[in-house]
């Protein structure tokens, strides 16, 4: 029943920038924590980052610490994540995902993600 619709996936060099962007059809996005996960080829899905309901609190994995942002704005239910200086190890497919009304606080565990979205491709290749 909720929507989500990613984007800002691509092919891109080392040290390059993108962002992804994730717009949720719900009514209480403005309450619920959201997240971004990825999954490599042969690897099992992993935290990336995720905000509170209202973008003040954030969590990271130590390896994109100082290179990624996540970021929402409740007016667009849209939560981004701004990805720089880029590394071939961050290739994969990154996932938005989030949780339920009311559930406000961030999360590192899949599991207590509600929806999700189809995932958008990122590669670092040169």
């Known amino acids: 029943q909720v929507q989500v619709v990613e984007s800002g996936g691509g092919l891109v060099q080392p040290g390059s920038s993108l962002r992804l962007s994730c717009v949720v059809s719900?009514?209480?996005?403005?309450?619920?924590?959201m997240g971004w996960f990825r999954q490599a080829p042969g690897k099992e899905r992993e935290f990336v980052a995720a905000n509170n309901f209202n973008g003040a609190s954030a969590q990271y994995r130590d390896s994109v610490k100082g290179r990624f942002t996540i970021s929402r704005d409740n007016n667009k239910n849209t939560v981004y994540l701004q990805m720089n200086n880029l590394k071939a190890e961050d290739t994969a497919v990154y996932f938005c995902?989030?949780?339920?009304?009311?559930?406000?606080?961030?999360?590192?565990?899949?599991?207590?993600?509600?929806?999700w979205g189809q995932g958008t491709q990122v590669t670092v290749s040169s």
């Open positions: 995902a989030g949780r339920g009304p009311l559930k406000m606080n961030w999360s590192l565990d899949s599991g207590d993600y509600d929806y």
């Open positions: 719900s009514r209480t996005f403005s309450t619920s924590a």
